[in-house]
Nanobody
């Protein structure tokens, strides 16, 4: 049973930084893509970033590359999301997600992921 547990959310001022972490368990994840999806109040889920568990392929949502960086630690089974120069519109519930079908164009579709954590809240406000 794949389990994903997010941490690291909180309140940050515009321009600030946060680092989210996802602890993954229940699989070796060798064929998986791992990623982050976010949802702001009243809006649909939005793809943030994805990473291939076995190689260095990464993908980012529109306009996020350069501010956000996804990384993995295979020894610790964690996936991190470093978020810099945060904007008010970056606020929302950030979910860690996993897809056993691997890394492909589908990872940028927020509904294609098979496993989800419960989310960690990110608030960006003055």
């Amino acid at each position: 049973q794949v389990q994903l547990v997010e941490s690291g959310g909180g309140l940050v001022h515009p321009g600030g930084s946060l680092r989210l972490s996802c602890a993954a368990s229940g699989s070796t994840f060798e064929t998986y893509a791992m990623g982050w999806i976010r949802q702001a109040p009243g809006k649909e889920r939005e793809f943030v970033a994805a990473i291939d568990w076995t190689n260095n392929k990464v993908a980012y949502g529109d306009a996020l590359q350069g501010r956000f960086t996804i990384s993995k630690d295979r020894a610790k089974n964690t996936i991190d999301l470093q978020m810099n120069r945060l904007k008010v519109e970056d606020a929302g519930l950030y979910y860690c997600a996993a897809d056993p079908d691997g890394f492909g164009p589908w990872v940028e579709t927020s509904d294609s992921w098979d496993y989800w954590g419960r989310g960690t809240q990110v608030t960006v406000a003055s």
